[in-house]
């Protein structure tokens, strides 16, 4: 039934809203824009990932949401095309795998998605690139601040009995909270640089 409403109220979103949409653009970042028509394929991607959720966030918290989601994406790309950063396809690959199963999405979904609003049909998937190429861009920035303190995870595995097979897995964790962490206060950064303008 869920699954039902949500799709009612997805088509509905989509067509009330087709008519007072054009191409113009309503945010510039930089040299890059932002039109109106890339705002609500950005909502609707955000309903289409998280139906279960969408019932209880208000239109205007969807909007400045995707309107967030489209300036940081932006910015990675005038980032990431300054230092020609690329993305191994191999863990696009698996990354897109992975999300489609977490999210519980079926490619079918995603492909009529994309058809639906006449955009390209690799739309997840080079979002999914864009993300690892700003990993990768950040990884390398700040690759001698990650720093892992392997003798606290050494006490940590003698104290809670787990098995020393499982060290590599908790390093890596650990890592990616310290990148995690890089990430999100780069992008920051990163918005300074450019003039951001809501037209």
């Known amino acids: 039934m869920k699954k039902v409403i949500f799709f ?36 609707n991607f955000l309903m289409l990932i998280n139906p279960q959720n969408i019932g209880n966030v208000s239109k205007e918290i969807i909007e400045k949401t995707a309107q967030d989601n489209l300036i940081s994406r932006k910015i990675k790309i005038l980032e990431t095309n300054i230092f020609k950063v690329n993305a191994d396809k191999n863990e696009v690959d698996r990354e897109l795998f992975n999300f489609l199963e977490v999210q519980k999405l ?14 390209n049909e690799n739309y997840l ?54 990148l995690n962490n890089f990430l999100s206060n780069h992008l920051e950064l990163s918005k300074k640089k450019y003039l951001i303008q809501i037209l």
């Open 8 to 43: 009612f109220f997805f088509f509905f979103y989509v067509d009330s809203y087709s008519k007072e949409i054009t191409n113009k653009t309503k945010i510039q970042v930089g040299s890059e824009i932002i039109t109106d028509y890339e705002i609500l394929i950005e909502k």
């Open 106 to 119: 079926t490619e079918d979904k995603v492909y009529n998605f994309t058809k639906r609003f006449k955009i």
């Open 125 to 178: 998937r080079d979002i999914i690139e864009l993300e690892i190429k700003w990993k990768n861009l950040i990884g390398n920035i700040y690759f001698n601040k990650i720093n892992i303190n392997i003798t606290e995870i050494d006490q940590e595995i003698q104290k809670k009995n787990i098995p020393n097979s499982d060290k590599e897995k908790i390093i890596a964790l650990e890592r990616n909270k310290v």
